[in-house]
């Protein structure tokens, strides 16, 4: 059976990624930080859909501990597959935002994935075939002025990426980044209509992605044939800031 662990399954990208999954034969960890409800919600109409397969709700909070992190990848069942979709953001200058609101976007969008990797790889590499993907950002390629931090951390998954992938290449285990542009998302409703059409007029594809425009990517680099692509950062941006 194939089974993969989706964190940040709650958010609107990660919601399209576990429908595209799940219709594609995956079982699923559906991961949250905070809304368990939503998890479970989740978790019980994937699993009237395909009763065949297996949806688990579970629980992490990305501020965690070390001994957290340990505990909580100690008690998953074999995965061949993690897909970090999860992230956050603070739309401000770097001089106006507190030094724990930094720390903490660093911690959640970078530090603790890549935590989560190194305990993750003795589980993925013990299978036929497993996959890691990222969700990045353009803005990991071209960084966003009122989003510095954030823009680092996107660019810092492409760049490890690229090198983990190097690292494990031999044992069939591929690492990739999607990276979206703008995704008609909740995340984006802090933005005025008008703010939001002026982006979508900058769009050449002349609309914001959906999450099911993302989450096909991601279920591609899942695919048992995509072993040889690794490394790479995939922009779905429409054609926009590339």
Known sequence: MKRAIIFGATGGIGQGICNELAKNGWSLYVHCSQNWEKAVNLSHSLMKKYPKQDFMPIKLDFLAQDTELKKFVNNLLPVNAAVFAHGITDYNFLGSQSLKTIQKIIQVNLTTPLKLTHLLETVLIRQEYSRIVFLGSVYGGQGSAMESVYSSTKAA??????????????????????????????????????????????????????????????????????????????????????
């Open 157 to 242: 998954l492409s760049r490890f990426s690229q090198a983990y992938a190097r690292e494990v290449a031999s044992t069939k285990m591929t690492v990739n980044v999607v990276a979206p542009g703008a995704v008609d998302t909740p995340m984006n409703a802090m933005f005025s209509k008008e703010v939001m059409q002026e982006v979508k007029d900058e769009i050449p594809a002349n609309r914001l992605a959906k999450s099911e425009d993302v989450a096909y990517w991601v279920n591609a680099l899942l695919n048992k044939n995509s072993g040889y692509l690794t490394g790479q950062t995939i922009y779905v941006s429409g054609g926009w800031l590339i």
